[in-house]
């Protein structure tokens, strides 16, 4: 990497590494992890939190929803630049211009496909023609706003002579970023590196543009793509939290951001400016919020990332640290779970940490039903942790979402030597119905006296929980992913009481299941 970096030159505009998240729009392309505008809002806090440079709050177009979701963000971020995407095409440009303006920095991202396959199985189009509609949508979006991002999508499967064309012809109609994805994950460390650095050499007014990159995980390369691009010029990464994305995701964010940190002496940029102690914070709120656990030999944010289990590591650790760490684990946001809030503790010191957190109230009721639930929590569990106070909230905006089915009473039995069995009451559109149903543990009895009520025929596809903090009194995570017709959705749910949750979490699943879709994909 250190001789790939001699021909980086022309585009190292500045000495910092853009970090552009974009877990609230290509993250919630994932099956199944679509937030809410509320849940987006809290993200992007957590995000501006860790003074990440740019986030993609979502594509406007697709539906009310994501335009409001976008517009929600736009309003809500002081410092962080909200971008929104569109395609190339003038109703999804004035739409995100649209849903950008209460934004204090904005940006427009539009982009079209330059590979051979996308524009002649795809867009039925020759690349004159997209040429001319890449230059022209950039021309529009500039009319919203100075900081504009073309992608010509399926770089990484593009012809060099075309994409030079197109990215000479955006900048110069006022691309301030021109961004190569990778849209497919097939590209290799060392040719995407040479992709970049020729682009930047070869492209005569590449000087007048940020290069930036947005690399997916198909191969498992997403961030070894990212950082060859950034040892070639590069100098923005497009990623994502937790890695989520479209099929196996983007670039994990903590991971790009921990390797040019780690490795000062191989990458000439630096993300200094990135608060890394917010980095394990913000993993566990996303995976909360999409109900998407994180493996836990996952780099950086995984909960063994910084466990030693070997007795010859554990022994080096304590000697000397740097013996097997190369970070430490405090510097990305681990730490001992510190209690901070209890049974005795008020409403003042209860708003107040959720404000610490990036949680605000619409109203004084709305805190006082958090407050309630708080309280009802502390009963039980005596110690309340920063990853209970997020739960609660998760809790709160999952129940608002259920709008069709609600769970009003759940009973279970569970004996030795006797079939477990459960006996639920639910509120369907608003009439309560009751069943009964045996199954080979609490939960699959639970799971079946509700599909004895609601009849949805979905498929259940996954069914995980997690411990939220650690102790036989934590609450329990539980993520179920339902399917049918081809749609995927997650629910969530949380409680001491597992069964409990994984009620709860099944009712969620559904009800996202019978809420109507009109929402539009990006890319297809
Ligand atoms: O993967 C991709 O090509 C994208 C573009 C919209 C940038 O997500
Ligand atoms: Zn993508």
Excluded at 56 to 74: H, L, T
Excluded at 375 to 402: C, F, M, P, R
Excluded at 451 to 479: C, F, K, P, R, W
Aim: charged share 25%; hydrophobic share 40%; glycine share 8%.
């Amino acid at each position: 990497m250190a001789t790939q970096m001699k021909n980086t030159t022309k585009n190292q505009m500045k000495d910092a590494l853009i970090i552009f998240d974009t877990t609230l729009r290509d993250g919630e392309q994932s099956p199944g992890a679509s937030m809410t505008r509320d849940e987006k809002v809290r993200i992007a806090k957590a995000l501006e939190r860790m003074h990440v440079d740019v986030i993609e709050a979502g594509f406007p177009i697709a539906s009310v929803g994501d335009f409001d979701a976008v517009q929600a963000v736009a309003n809500a971020i002081q410092d962080s630049t909200i971008c929104g995407l569109a395609r190339a095409l003038d109703k999804d440009i004035d739409r995100a211009g649209e849903a950008l303006k209460g934004a204090n920095s904005a940006r427009i991202h539009t982009f079209i496909a330059t590979s051979p396959i996308h524009m002649k199985m795809k867009l039925r189009m020759e690349p004159d023609a997209v040429l001319e509609q890449a230059v022209r949508a950039v021309k529009r979006a500039r009319q919203y706003t100075d900081n504009v991002e073309f992608s010509p999508e399926d770089a990484g499967r593009s012809e060099q002579d075309f994409l030079c064309r197109v990215l000479e012809a955006v900048i110069n109609a006022g691309a301030t970023t021109v961004n190569i994805p990778d849209t497919v994950g097939y590209n290799v460390p060392q040719q995407f590196g040479e992709l970049i650095g020729n682009l930047i050499a070869r492209v005569p007014n590449s000087d007048k543009a940020v290069f930036s990159v947005h690399c997916h995980n198909d191969l498992g390369l997403a961030v070894a793509n990212s950082l060859a691009a950034v040892a070639n010029g590069a100098r923005q990464v497009e990623c994502t939290i937790n890695g989520l994305g479209e099929r196996a995701g983007n670039a994990s964010l903590e991971e790009v951001v921990m390797a040019v940190s780690t490795r000062r002496d191989v990458f000439a940029p630096n993300v200094d400016h990135i608060d890394r102690s917010q980095i394990v914070p913000c993993s566990r709120l996303v995976s909360s919020i999409t109900g998407f656990n994180v493996q836990p030999n996952k780099a950086i944010v995984g909960a063994n990332a910084f466990a030693h289990e070997s007795g010859i590591h554990q022994d080096g650790v304590l000697k000397s640290r740097e013996t097997y760490e190369i970070m430490r684990a405090e510097d990305v946001g681990w730490s001992a779970n510190r209690m901070v809030l209890g049974k005795h503790s008020g409403r003042n010191a209860f708003r107040t940490r959720m404000q610490e957190l990036g949680v605000s109230f619409d109203s004084e009721e709305q805190l006082n039903t958090t407050f309630v639930r708080f309280k009802e929590l502390a009963d039980k569990k005596h110690e309340i942790y920063d990853e209970d106070l997020q739960a609660l909230v998760t809790g709160a905006s999952l129940e608002a979402e259920n709008e069709r089915v609600k769970l009003v009473s759940l009973k279970v039995c569970s004996e030795t030597g006797e079939i477990p069995g459960a006996s639920v009451t639910l509120n369907v559109d608003g009439d309560e119905k009751q069943a009964q149903a045996q199954g080979s543990g609490p939960v699959d009895a639970a799971f079946k006296a509700i599909e004895a009520v609601v009849g949805s025929g979905t498929e259940l596809q996954l069914y995980s929980v997690s411990n939220i903090t650690s102790g036989t009194d934590s609450q329990g995570e539980v993520t179920v992913r339902l399917e049918q017709g081809g749609r995927i959705v997650n629910g969530q749910g949380a409680d001491t009481d597992i069964v409990i949750a994984s009620a709860t979490a099944y009712i969620n699943a559904l009800n996202k299941m019978l809420a109507p879709v009109d929402r539009q994909h990006p890319q297809v």
